[in-house]
Nanobody, 116 residues
Framework: QVQLVESGGGSVQAGRSLRLSCAASGSILGINAMAWYRQPPGKQREQVAVIHSTGGTSYAASVQGRFTISRDTDKNRMYLQMNGLKAEDTAVYSC??????????WGKGIQVTISS
């Protein structure tokens, strides 16, 4: 089992920045990619950013150029630096990791609220 705990969320004004952190613990050997997802109010959950074990990253078009995903393997942490926040970034953000296609772990999620 892998436990994921998000932190760093909160409420900020549009244009500001936030940095989310995801701490991984438990049976973390064999973790491949890690990712951030978000679910805006009343909408479906969507992938925000992915970081692969190689260090390669990919982003949703809506956050490209504003968000940066990173990973500290020594500390077993993943981060999401969010700059230039917009009202439409308001959502519950969750970190996810997987050891295989059927071995997926989710954090509980953390609220990010952007006021315009």
């Amino acid at each position: 089992q892998v436990q994921l705990v998000e932190s760093g969320g909160g409420s900020v004004q549009a244009g500001r920045s936030l940095r989310l952190s995801c701490a991984a613990s438990g049976s973390i050997l064999g973790i491949n990619a890690m990712a951030w997802y978000r679910q805006p109010p009343g909408k479906q959950r969507e992938q925000v950013a992915v970081i692969h074990s190689t260090g390669g990253t990919s982003y949703a078009a809506s956050v490209q150029g504003r968000f940066t995903i990173s990973r500290d393997t020594d500390k077993n942490r993943m981060y999401l630096q969010m700059n230039g926040l917009k009202a439409e970034d308001t959502a519950v953000y969750s970190c996810v990791t997987a050891k295989g296609p059927r071995d997926i772990y989710w954090g509980k999620g953390i609220q990010v609220t952007i006021s315009s």
